[in-house]
Structures are given as structure tokens and as C-alpha cells.
């Protein structure tokens, strides 16, 4: 009993004493005998491997004699390891190692205490841009986000550690509610950003209006526009156009995905291709039959399709 009680007391000592360093979830730096310090080449290594990892600008290191210094992000610190004296933006402390959470400060980098463990965020969201059908996170690191559909919003929850404004959201917490009829479409992954394309999944009406192709003088001015001709049992649609700047994507998107279920319903081959008498901004498609026949059937599948 006395031996249990003697080495569980040197674990509650050795503990008290550690100091651990995440970020995200990952363990990054572990010392069993020093508590929110770290040796200067340690912390130096530690910066490096940090901006490296979260994509942010590299810093810059020098020594002039004993003194070793740092710049970054419009800060400097250093260490003279003769004398132990430890300097942040020209303020002088004598101390034995680096304080690392007094560090991180300076840096702005946003981190959580746990006990003996320092926990830096693995994603920094620097912007939230909203407008109508697209939604772009702005960020540093990797990005850590899960986009949960649920009916009239959509919920984003942190899938790590996740840093907005300062404040850091723990694994499974929600980050962000983003009130909207609108579904998810698509996720674009860029490095830095993260684009959430939302899409309506209803119709202004369910009108289909179909047209023989290149005999039109007037196009009606509402309903999705079928045109068609004779042809090898092609269904062509506009591609999407960055000249608009995304304002087409979300009927692109709707458009894209009617055309692909009429061409694997009728065995058609899906194409797109700019043919200016396709109108932006509006459903429309055009049906090269070979059996001109099948225009009949496509129009009422695809009234089907709407309701």
C-alpha cells in the first residue's frame, strides 16, 4: 500500500510539472521537468514548424553574439543565453527559458490552457464572407469544418480545434448557424479557403416550354426551355462562366443536374458547350435527337421530374 500511495505521488509530481504542446489534436512538443517554458532552440523550432504547417508568412531568425532573436508578424522577440535575459518588442526579463503562452500572445495566435497543456488552434478563420448562394471561409491551417444540412439553416461545426476572433471552438462544438431555405450544392476546396456553394432546390414554375432549334423568332419569357433538333442523341447545356462571377453557378448547377438524369433516363450523351441562343441565368438545354419522336416522352419525364 505504501508503495502504491509513494508512486502515485510521483506521478501527481511529475505531472504538475509537465508541460505539453498541441496544436489541434496533434502532440507537438513534450518536456516532463519544465511548465510553460520551452529552450530557445526549442521555440525556435517550434515557430518554424508552426507558420510552415498553418501557411502563414515565414519568420525570420539572426544572432548578434550570444543574443538570438525572432520577427514575425511585426514582433520581436529574444534570448541572451549568457546572461539569461529575455526581451519581447524591447521589453527586458531575465528568464531561463521562453514563456511560451506570454509568446503566443504577442503573436496573436489564439490557444487554450488545459493544466499542463497548451493547445494552439490548427485552423485560424481569418474572414466569413456571405452573399446569397455562396458562402467563403477564409483561413490559416487546415481546414476543420463540418457542414451539417438541417432544415431552414445550416449548421458548422468545429471537427478540431478551431480559432474565430480570438475565441477557440473545441472538437464537436458549433462555430457558426447560417439561416437559409437553401441547400448545399457543392464545397470548393482552395488552399486558404473553403467556398460553400448553396443552391434553391425549387423551380420558379414547372412550366417546359420545348422549341425547335433554330426555328425560333421569340423565346417565352418564363418556363425551362427545351430545344431540339435532328441530331446523334446529344443533350448540350452552357457551361459555367466565371465572367459572371458565380451569379449563374447556382442555375448551372440545377441545370447540369436535370440534363444528366434526362440523358441517363434516354441514354443521351451529355455535353456542354457556350451556344449563345442559350439564355444565362435560366434553365434551358438542347436536345440533338436522332428519333425526334423522343421529344414528346423527355418533356413529360421531365414535367415528372418537376413536380
Known amino acids: 500500500m505504501k508503495r502504491l500511495l509513494l508512486f502515485l505521488l510521483i506521478i501527481v509530481s511529475v505531472k504538475s510539472f509537465s508541460f505539453d504542446l498541441y496544436v489541434g489534436k496533434k502532440l507537438i512538443y513534450s518536456s516532463a521537468d519544465l511548465e510553460n517554458i520551452m529552450s530557445w532552440s526549442s521555440f525556435v523550432s517550434f515557430m518554424e514548424n508552426y507558420a510552415r504547417m498553418m501557411g502563414m508568412d515565414n ?37 531561463k527559458a521562453v514563456p511560451v503562452d506570454n509568446i503566443l500572445s504577442v503573436f496573436q495566435l489564439p490557444f487554450l490552457r488545459r493544466e499542463s497543456e497548451i493547445v494552439l488552434a490548427d485552423m485560424i478563420i481569418n474572414k466569413i464572407i456571405k452573399t446569397d448562394d455562396i ?48 441547400k448545399i450544392d457543392q464545397k470548393i476546396e482552395m488552399p486558404g479557403l473553403t467556398r460553400v456553394v448553396l443552391i434553391k432546390e425549387t423551380f420558379l414554375n414547372d412550366k417546359v416550354v420545348t422549341l425547335k432549334f433554330g426555328e425560333v423568332s421569340q423565346i417565352p419569357e418564363d418556363g425551362i426551355l427545351i430545344f431540339y433538333s435532328d441530331g446523334d442523341d446529344r443533350i448540350i447545356i452552357r457551361p459555367y462562366s466565371p465572367d459572371f462571377e458565380g451569379s449563374d453557378w447556382p442555375v448551372y448547377a440545377q441545370n447540369k443536374r436535370i440534363a444528366q438524369q434526362i440523358a441517363t433516363r434516354f441514354g443521351l ?39
Open 59 to 95: 519568420l525570420s531568425t539572426g544572432e548578434i553574439g550570444d543574443f538570438h532573436y525572432l520577427v514575425w508578424r511585426g514582433h520581436t522577440v529574444g534570448y541572451a543565453m549568457n546572461s539569461n535575459v529575455f526581451v519581447v518588442d524591447g521589453v527586458t526579463t531575465r528568464s
Open 135 to 182: 458562402i467563403d471561409i477564409v483561413y490559416d491551417g487546415a481546414n476543420e469544418l463540418v457542414f451539417v444540412q438541417k432544415q431552414n439553416q445550416i449548421e458548422v461545426v468545429s471537427n478540431s480545434f478551431v480559432a474565430v476572433n480570438g475565441y477557440i471552438y473545441k472538437p464537436g462544438e458549433l462555430v457558426l448557424v447560417i439561416q437559409t431555405d437553401k
Open 269 to 307: 450523351k451529355l455535353e456542354l458547350c457556350p451556344l449563345y441562343s442559350l439564355p444565362v441565368g435560366r434553365i434551358a438545354m438542347v436536345l440533338l435527337l436522332s428519333d425526334d419522336t423522343k421529344i414528346q416522352k423527355i418533356e413529360e419525364y421531365l414535367k415528372e421530374l418537376l413536380r
